[in-house]
């Protein structure tokens, strides 16, 4: 091939076209990986509320979640949550981010805790000795929230934990992460 110009390089030409080319990949990477940032900072976010971490340290897993006999009166019952038997007195800590719903002495649950952690999560503490936090207060997770006990309908010492997604109990234990 000859080209008439004086001067003129094909490779050149063919370069510039490479480097448009190549300038408009990075700048589809650049959008795509602002992109996969921007989900990361939501998800991280999410990630804050979402109930993972058991809300007392020590003690021992008790009456867990499903059907079983009613301490009380022997009737086969669903139990919504998790039981935790420590003695009265263990600290309770948040499992998630979230927002105090509701504290106060309910009969059969005792003095509780209600934290909405949004994104549909919400965790309820029974049978507390200690309240530390007020309706409308914002926790963080591993804060400190209260103390458990023996109140309301119990038989000894320990916490009643749930978590609720979207208006439905959830088994606590799913809910625990293990690292």
Do not use: C, M, W
Not at 16 to 35: G, Q, T
Not at 45 to 60: D, F, M, N, R, W
Not at 155 to 174: C, R
């Amino acid at each position: 091939i000859t080209f008439p110009e004086k001067g003129f390089n094909p490779g050149v030409s063919n370069l510039e076209i490479n480097v448009d080319a190549l300038a408009r990949k990075v700048k589809l990477e650049l959008n795509s990986f602002y992109d996969i940032h921007q989900k990361i900072l939501e998800n991280k976010e999410k990630l804050a509320h979402i109930p993972s971490i058991q809300p007392v340290t020590e003690g021992y897993l008790n009456s867990g979640f499903g059907y079983r006999k009613d301490p009380f009166d022997g009737i086969r019952r669903f139990h919504h949550g998790q039981d935790f038997s420590v003695y009265r007195g263990a600290p309770i800590q948040s499992p998630a981010d979230g927002t105090v719903k509701r504290t106060g002495y309910r009969g059969g649950f005792g003095k509780y805790i209600i934290i909405d952690h949004g994104y549909g999560y919400e965790t309820k503490y029974l049978h507390l000795s200690k309240i530390n936090v007020k309706k409308g207060q914002s926790v963080v997770r591993g804060e400190l929230i209260g103390a458990t006990g023996n109140s309301g309908r119990s038989t000894a010492p320990h916490l009643h934990y749930e978590v609720i997604y979207n208006g439905t109990p959830q088994n606590p234990l799913n809910y625990f992460y293990r690292g």
